[in-house]
């Protein structure tokens, strides 16, 4: 008896989803599910997409790269000098979750680095450089 019931629940549900997943059913019972419209904000005060707000980003900045073998890296030590291939005048480079989007310079705050941005990346500029 319990398989019979159980058959006609799950063959109710195969028949909702085949109607457009409108509703939903359940055991406790039948949920309505409405649209969102995207132009909708929870509060009508434009503030809908406010969560976005707290997302961690990760920012890197590149000061340079270099290319060396790995029996040059193998002789690094304490104290060791790595050139880089950027000069000094040149601007850092400013990367938002691995994908360019400023470049600057170097600065120190309260004995901490940090970074003036000098130029950023309009999305066109991205674009073109993704091709």
Known sequence: MVDEETTAKEESRGKEGQQGGEEIVSDTGAMELSEIQPDQSSSGDGQGMDFLLDVPLEITVELGRTKIQI?????????????????????????????LMAQGEVVVVNEKFGVRLTNIISPGERVKKLA
């Open 71 to 99: 029996g040059d890296l193998l002789k690094l030590g304490q104290g060791s000098v790595v050139e880089l291939e950027k000069m000094t005048s040149e601007p850092v480079e400013i990367y938002v979750n691995q994908k």
